[in-house]
């Protein structure tokens, strides 16, 4: 038997497997993870290493491979479950070990100290507090705000101000001037903000939040590890009740690790944090450097952190003794990487609590279909709140049919009921938003007439419209002349969906030609802080309406906003993939919280072609329920996930012809070693299985590389495991396959 091994962890080097050849005495004894010592080099220096595999073949001239020379005896290091957690990672998603390596050790680099800023608040507090009166006499909402901050934390890490309460510089430079604050300028420090622990006043749990809380810490107590899903709808609380278990958690001794979508970790959620913990949390985000991020793991390596806040990487904290992992919005798509290994955080949380010992607290307004299923079954225990801490209303929602607009003779992308709360808005001079739903907009044809949306025969999902005048389905390839007539109603008012941003914007200032209006999609934001600006602009209350594609509805609140308005709720539930409904579903129930998070109570308004479809008639009554009782279904008929599972083989390269060849052989080999050389057939074991595909997956296409994709369906997913482990084997024996990209998407998203 032989071992690979790495001898240095640093991430440069991650590269450099060694293989080492396992002396009898030690078989049996080793697994991924564990540290060996290993003679290196000419001298056979011995070398710290960890196991990263182990294999009955050796790729290497038998004579020159040398033997581990020991297994020190050494409690389990934080490198160990790492480096295990990367095999498991491997296993359950594919691709190379080396990659798994690189997704979960830390990063280190060298690199320049970079200057950093902070804000000084100069005045007493008394002083501040006129200011702050006297700034929001004026109508200065931003100096206003900025101002509220400072009475709260006299000094404010630049970026935070910036980023996450959409301050803008002018701003900045204006309060200095007037002696309010300073601008001071420091090398690296290593804590974004120091803060100590201050405490608010006492705060009364609600029942809700009290139950959970409770039963939290009996089992944490009583050495019960579980995974806990908490379906709150937002505002209930769910915050509060994180923090509760962070601390006992913490008292206890051990560390915590919350997984927040980059976007929603607004400035107010990191200040909670920071007060209820003081520096012992840590933030980190995509616009730290690698150095920063790097510094921040090796504080929590060594103990001087006990709460580490951030997206999914962060789940990869080396925290000596991890005590609970916590995953807010756990719905949201962003927890499933994109690279190699395409791991989804929250069943990788659950490995690495499981083998840490650790619990899992899963929290959102709208499940995941996974999580919701999962806790049905028993496999997590499942806390419903259903109530808003502080008792705002939910807002009041009006479904039109945009079908009846159009024989009413309202050919406007602008519903009558529409316009007139948006009228009425304006001369109140409450603000709103109009949302474009356009994830993942994959160019379906509909019939604007009937609401008919042509389908997949086969799959059950909407086909997608392509240049040369074809559709075609996602899943299995299967294709048919763009229609001409609704096959349903006949009706000739049939085509794909165009409508973007830059058009609504140009109707919305037409129709009110005195109201301000600013937009949020791609175009105004691809330069650096745009994104940012057009924010502050809105939240200063510059514009009356903001008008903007899904960007605009995730994690920003805006308290003067008091309408919202979806202008086609079904771009986004026919993207031609078998979660448009959940999207469509999340993606609502999102926009509609966006209206009335203030005082003032909140109006919505979802515009569809289809009112009837489950999706859109359960999001408009904020009934999570029905919608979950009607999605599962589907899933359920049609063989999708989490009903069963999905395998995407995703095959990529630049010769096209080579790749068609390439995808042929792929099909018929999986279809051999899946015994469904009959398409759709029972295995031995009598499970069914189905290989789908190839097809285009959306765009066939990109830089001159194309793109192919086959899909398995199989009840089981250690099944296609085991077809990812073939496949491997088979592209690495036959020739051509080098020419291609190969990589394998579990359950994809
Ligand atoms: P969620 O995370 O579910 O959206 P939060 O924890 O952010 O909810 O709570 C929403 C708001 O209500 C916050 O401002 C929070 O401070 C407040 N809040 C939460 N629980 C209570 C409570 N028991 N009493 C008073 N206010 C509360
Ligand atoms: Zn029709
Ligand atoms: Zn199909």
């Known amino acids: ?30 697994e991924p993870g564990m540290e060996v010592l290993v003679p290196f080099g000419k001298g056979n220096r011995l070398l710290k290493g960890y196991v990263t595999g182990i294999s009955e073949t050796c790729g290497y001239d038998l004579s020159r491979v040398k033997d581990i020379a020991d297994i020190p005896e050494k409690g389990m290091e934080i490198e160990t479950r790492l480096i295990s957690l990367a095999a498991w990672m491997k296993e359950h998603y594919g691709g190379t070990m080396i990659q798994a390596l690189k997704t979960v050790l830390p990063v280190r680099q060298k690199e320049n100290a970079r200057v950093k800023k902070r804000l000084r608040l100069l005045l007493d507090e008394e002083t501040g507090k006129r200011q702050l009166h006297y700034y929001l006499e004026k109508n200065q909402k931003a100096r206003a705000r900025l101002m509220a901050a400072l009475l709260d934390d006299h000094l404010l890490e630049y970026e935070l101000v910036t980023k996450k309460l959409n301050i803008t510089m002018p701003v900045i430079r204006a309060l200095e001037e007037q002696g309010v604050l300073a601008l001071e300028t420091e090398q690296v420090f290593r804590t974004p903000v120091r803060q100590t622990p201050r405490e608010e006043g006492h705060i009364t749990y609600t029942e809700e939040q009290r139950r959970i809380i409770d039963r939290f810490r009996a089992d944490y107590e009583n050495g019960r590890r579980e995974t806990y899903l908490i379906h709150g709808v937002t505002g209930s609380g769910k915050t509060e009740v994180y923090m509760e278990m962070i601390r006992t958690v913490v008292e206890a001794g051990r560390q915590a690790i919350v997984l927040i979508p980059e976007i929603a970790l607004t400035y107010q959620t990191v200040m909670r944090f920071y007060r209820r913990f003081g520096d012992r949390v840590s933030i980190m985000n995509s616009r730290l450097s690698a150095g920063e991020r790097y510094d921040q793991m090796m504080r929590a390596r060594a103990g001087e952190v006990d709460v580490m806040i951030g997206p999914r990487s962060a789940l990869f904290t080396p925290f000596p003794d991890l005590g609970l992992v916590v995953i807010d919005e756990e719905h949201e798509p962003t927890y499933k990487s994109e690279q190699t290994p395409r791991y989804h955080a929250r069943e990788t949380a659950i490995q690495r609590a499981r083998a840490e010992g650790a619990s899992v607290v899963l929290g959102s307004a709208t499940p995941s279909m996974e999580a919701m299923y999962r806790a049905r079954r028993g496999d997590y225990v499942l806390f419903e709140m259903k109530n808003r801490s502080r008792m705002q209303e939910m807002a009041q929602v009006y479904t039109v049919d945009m079908r009846e607009e159009l024989r009413n003779g309202n050919r406007s992308i602008i519903s009558g009921k529409l316009r007139d709360l948006m009228d009425d808005r304006l001369r109140k ?112 209350e510059e514009a009356d309406i903001l008008v903007g594609t899904q960007m605009i509805v995730k994690g920003h609140d805006f308290p003067n906003v008091t309408l919202v308005g979806v202008l086609a709720a079904d771009m986004s539930l026919y993207t031609g993939d078998y979660r448009s409904g959940e999207r469509t579903f999340q993606l609502l129930t999102q926009a509609v919280g966006r209206a009335g998070r203030g005082e003032k109570p909140g109006e919505a308004v979802i515009q569809t072609y289809d009112p009837s479809h489950y999706a859109v008639e359960t999001a408009a009554a904020q009934d999570y329920e029905a919608f979950y009782a009607e999605e599962i279904r589907y899933r359920e008929l049609m063989g999708y996930p989490p009903a069963e599972h999905l395998l995407a083989v995703l095959v990529s390269g630049e010769e096209e012809a080579l790749l068609e060849k390439g995808c042929g052989y792929l099909k018929a080999y999986i279809a051999r070693v899946t015994g469904t050389a009959a398409g759709r057939a029972q295995t031995a074991t009598g499970a069914r299985t189905e290989v789908i595909g190839p097809a285009s997956p959306g765009i066939d296409k990109i830089k001159d590389v194309y793109h192919r994709v086959i899909y398995i369906k199989a009840p089981d997913y250690g099944f296609l495991v085991k077809v990812k482990d073939r496949v491997e084997q088979y592209i690495r024996i036959n020739p051509g396959f080098d020419r291609m990209r190969i990589q394998f998407d579990f359950d994809p998203m």
């Open 1 to 30: 038997m032989f071992a690979d091994v790495i001898v240095d962890i640093q991430h440069e080097k991650l590269d450099k497997i060694f293989q080492y050849r396992i002396p009898e005495e030690m078989e049996g004894r080793l």
């Open 429 to 540: 001079k409450e603000q709103m938003m109009l949302f474009l739903n356009r994830r993942g907009y994959a160019g379906f044809l509909s019939c604007r007439e009937c609401g008919h949306v042509i389908k997949c025969p086969h799959c059950s999902v909407s086909l997608s419209v392509h240049r040369d005048g074809k559709m075609r389905c996602h899943y299995c390839g299967y294709e048919q002349p763009k229609a001409t007539v609704c096959p349903e109603c006949g009706s000739r008012y049939i085509g794909e969906f165009r409508a973007g941003t830059q058009q609504i914007e140009d109707i919305v200032k037409e129709l009110f030609p005195r109201a301000e209006v600013l937009r949020m999609d791609m175009d105004t934001t691809r330069q650096k802080d745009s994104h940012e600006k057009i924010l502050s602009a809105f939240a200063n």
